[in-house]
């Protein structure tokens, strides 16, 4: 047997083996999502094994085959699309090709990918950007912000502010006809923590003229100083998303220090003077009882790993982490959270939050919903779960941008 035919041959035994990891009996079409469970994990295995044995990096192996998955910023009937740079950042921008009779509506978009991976060129995002653009003839404006590993934090935020500043700029509104009092912020996963974290940063900033109207977080992940939430315990092996993966994306957007993969895995990563934060994370208080569901709160080992990262207490890497002062000027406020999802406990303690403080929050939490649906939206892959939240998520916009 060649070597050709050993490789193809494992990579099959390993496919099987993951075909057959159990799915929720509520999830819609289990069938497909099995099998999409079962590439996806066979390619993260892949990666890295491919990085153990020195081919090449894990997450550069994952970004070759996401590229393969890359648009052009084509035209249709309804939107015009180019691909341009705000201030050395990338941006893809939608303008709806009808004249309108008022300024439009905005929605800045940032996509999902740990940080370490993705772009608005994936066909999942130019597919949820154009929909948006067209049903609600409003400019969109996604951005590529820098990517992990080779720029760590604070990269992302940084570029991912920039675009923003620029963009409510009054000469750059007037130019794409957006009213400055219609502006919403969204993003995904990752893209949902900067989301956040610029929005928290524009409205508390008193020299951006223009102030955001909504935000709306999609699965979003909002903070990192304790990685044993119940849905931590319960999605550890989860459809799509494993926690050895977040952690490890999560590892180089921080800094790329091996001692704190195993340091947030044990949940020992926190210095001692992170003490007070708790009280804006603690799961036991903030969380919705129905999601305890009987787990027993731990507080971590604070000051064990001796890691000395500022990242870890930075509220633009943990937007929830935010004090209540903060959170009292953020616009109104949709989340959706998914029940099979690492980070779903992330999006239900912000809407406590801010639901505290007095911001006007809706919260779609999605019983049969899994983690990144949005980028399974077109054909061959995709999952009605996708097309359902891009539809709660343009509803809502409709109704409150």
């Known amino acids: 047997m060649g070597p ?17 990891t159990p799915i929720p009996s509520n999830i819609e079409e289990r069938w497909k999502v099995r099998i999409l469970d ?30 393969l998955d890359y648009t052009q910023p084509f035209s249709d009937e309804n939107v015009t699309v180019s691909d341009l740079t705000f201030v050395g950042i990338p941006v893809r921008l939608y303008l709806p090709k009808r004249k309108p009779e008022i300024p439009r509506r905005a929605v800045i978009y940032f996509h999902g990918g740990s940080y370490c991976l993705g772009s608005f060129k994936q066909t999942g995002f130019d597919l949820l950007n ?146 007070y934060l708790f009280q804006f994370a603690n799961w036991s208080i903030l969380l919705p009882e129905k999601y305890r569901k009987g787990f027993v709160y731990t507080e971590p080992i604070l000051g064990k790993s001796r890691i000395s990262l500022p990242a870890l207490t930075d509220i633009r890497t943990s937007p929830l982490l935010a004090n209540d002062t903060q959170l009292k000027n953020l616009p109104a406020t949709y989340i959706l959270t998914c029940q099979y999802d690492i980070i779903r406990d992330d999006g239900l303690m912000y809407v406590s939050r801010l639901q505290k403080v007095g911001v006007h929050v809706t919260n779609d939490h999605i019983e049969d919903g899994l983690h990144g649906a949005l980028s399974f939206m077109a054909f061959p892959i995709s999952l009605k779960l996708g097309l359902r939240i891009r539809d709660l998520y343009i509803s809502w916009l409709d109704k409150n941008l």
């Open 4 to 20: 050709k035919a050993l490789y193809l041959g494992l990579l099959c035994l390993l496919f099987a083996y993951y075909f057959y």
């Open 38 to 67: 079962a590439m996806i994990k066979t390619c993260t295995f892949t990666a890295t094994c491919l990085e153990n044995i020195g081919i090449m990096r894990s997450e550069d192996f994952l970004s070759i085959l996401l590229r």
């Open 130 to 275: 154009r929909w948006t653009s067209s049903t609600l003839e409003a400019v969109v404006l996604a951005v590529d912000y820098r990517l992990a590993p080779q720029h760590v934090f604070p990269a992302q935020f940084e570029d991912s502010f920039a675009a923003v500043k620029y963009f409510l700029q009054d000469e750059v509104l007037m130019k794409y006809e957006v009213d400055p009092t219609r502006i919403c912020i969204s993003g995904d996963s990752a893209g949902g923590a900067l989301a956040a974290a610029v929005t928290q940063q524009v409205q508390n900033d008193l020299q951006i003229k223009h102030k955001i109207k909504a935000q709306a977080l999609l699965y979003p992940h909002l903070q990192i100083i304790d990685s044993f939430f119940p849905s931590h315990q319960e999605n550890e092996h989860g459809i799509f998303l494993t926690k050895d993966l977040v952690i490890k994306f999560l590892t180089l957007y921080l800094g790329k220090d091996e001692a704190l993969f195993w340091a947030i895995k044990k949940n020992h990563h926190m210095p001692l003077e992170s003490r």
